[in-house]
């Protein structure tokens, strides 16, 4: 979060980049090689995609995201080329009361402050924190599952929708929307449209295909459960 400076964007990008090449070449030098290596990666893969329904076969996006996640997962492909079978969790959203964006936005709402961010029209591809967990779980256990794999929720929602479902279940109202003006104001034109305003309408396709069944499949059920 903040505003993406140089410096900052350069942290970014090592912290992902450098760091996973590093450990999936010593991977890979290893006498014991590991059966399998779960790197993570993120939807902003796929960068603002509007409508489009995306999959773990769909083109990555444009911008400075996108460009980091391919680096990223592609830093993994050295341990997959010395046979580790490699997946890349490509994660959503992730709901938790305890931290992230949730937390965050948990105390305007509470007060009665809370809207949608922008035009609201933005999908956003969440899912719950638990079934993030059991997810990783299943990725490790199922074999035949490599390469990208999307984390998200079945059931992806316009932000107007999370945020009316979000104060919904805390019994608020949510009257005060964040014009986009102000969100590149506080955040920086690049990081205001790349995390809060991007699109990105994912589908868990081989997650589902390989047998695993979430816990939380709608918002509100997984909002309930976490407040």
């Known amino acids: 979060m903040g505003r993406w400076t140089a410096e900052k964007k350069k942290a970014i990008h090592e912290s992902r980049v450098q760091g996973t090449r590093n450990l999936a070449t010593a991977l890979a030098r290893s006498e014991a090689k590991p059966a399998v290596l779960v790197c993570a990666s993120a939807v902003g893969f796929y960068g603002n995609r509007g409508d489009e329904l995306l999959r773990e076969e769909s ?39 305890k931290g992230g964006a ?22 956003w591809s ?54 986009e003006f102000a969100l590149k104001l506080a955040f920086g034109e690049m990081a205001a449209s790349e995390l809060l305003l991007a699109s990105q309408r994912v589908e868990p396709g081989k997650l589902t295909a390989s047998g695993y069944t979430f816990r939380f499949r709608e918002l509100r059920a997984a909002l309930e459960n976490l407040l």
């Open 59 to 97: 083109p990555g996006g444009q911008g400075f995201l996108p460009e980091v996640c391919r680096e990223w997962e592609d830093a993994s492909r050295i341990a997959a080329e010395a046979g580790i079978r490699t997946v890349n969790i490509r994660i959503g959203l992730v709901l938790s009361a």
């Open 102 to 123: 949730l937390r965050s936005m948990l105390t305007p709402f509470k007060l009665g402050l809370g809207g949608r961010i922008g035009s609201g029209q933005q999908w």
């Open 126 to 179: 969440w899912i719950h924190v638990d079934d993030i967990v059991r997810g990783i779980h299943h990725v490790i256990r199922t074999e035949s599952l490599s390469g990208p794999v999307n984390l998200v929720a079945p059931n992806p929602v316009r932000n107007a929708e999370f945020t009316k479902v979000l104060a919904s279940v805390l019994g608020r109202p949510a009257f005060f929307p964040v014009p």
